[in-house]
């Protein structure tokens, strides 16, 4: 008798970044925005400027939504594969096609008050797969601002054996 020994290689999960500016560098996907947003931390007719100290790699994206009766969805697309999604960034969540919860902060009356790293959105014990997350400025009867910095997903290494 031969025994020839099998190799077992688990899945080990990795935190990956996705910055609203350079995207995944793993994979090289980038955020896709539509109109009405522009890079904050060089934005000349942005409304606010938090700090860029602050934000993850220097870098964030903005836009409001003001206008109650326009059609026109302020959109901001990410893909990425694996189990789970976290967004730190008044917003939806769309994850492949199905609308799973929205995101209201009150601003307080407080004169240049940002929060920072906050978690606004968390999905997880999804399927190990590719996924389509759209996050969206929600149009009501006040405008809404949306900063989106950056998101964080878990990949995991497909199980192999040989």
Known sequence: YILIPSLLVFAQPMNRTIDDTY?????????TYSNNWHAGQTCGVCAVSPSQAQAYAGTWHDTTSDNPNSTTLHTATLQF?????????????ELDGLLLDTFKHPPQPIEDQYLYNVLLFSMSALVNTEHTLVMTAVQGESPSLLLFDYAIYTWVRSLNRS
Not at 81 to 93: K, Q
């Open 23 to 31: 995207g995944d560098l793993v994979t090289q996907l980038q955020v």
């Open 81 to 93: 594969n694996g189990p789970d999604i976290t967004i730190l960034t008044n917003a939806s969540f």
